[in-house]
Nanobody
Framework: QVQLVESGGGLVQPGGSLTLSCAASRSIFSIYAMGWYRQAPGKHRELVAGTTKGGGTNYADSVKGRFTISRDNAKNTVYLQMNSLKPEDTAVYYC?????????WGQGTQVTVSS
């Protein structure tokens, strides 16, 4: 089992940047996959970016070239660097871990992009 706690959300102007952090309650070294999802009001939760323990990454088309996911096994933390933010990036962002076929979620952190 693993608990996930997100931080780093907030209000930012269009074109700005934010870095989200996801701290895990135990070592993430062996966790198969970790990622970030988001859910905007009235919309389904969608994958934003993911990373596997082998180092592979994948991104939603809407964020490619703007967002970067990284994984620091020493700190048991996964990050999401978000640049060139757009109003359509506004959502609650959730950290996810897939471990032995089980899904774990954080409580979410709000990101609002608005002038």
């Amino acid at each position: 089992q693993v608990q996930l706690v997100e931080s780093g959300g907030g209000l930012v102007q269009p074109g700005g940047s934010l870095t989200l952090s996801c701290a895990a309650s135990r070592s993430i070294f062996s966790i198969y996959a970790m990622g970030w999802y988001r859910q905007a009001p009235g919309k389904h939760r969608e994958l934003v970016a993911g990373t596997t323990k082998g180092g592979g990454t994948n991104y939603a088309d809407s964020v490619k070239g703007r967002f970067t996911i990284s994984r620091d096994n020493a700190k048991n933390t996964v990050y999401l660097q978000m640049n060139s933010l757009k109003p359509e990036d506004t959502a609650v962002y959730y950290c996810n871990a897939v471990d032995y076929g089980l899904n774990y979620w954080g409580q979410g952190t709000q990101v609002t992009v608005s002038s």
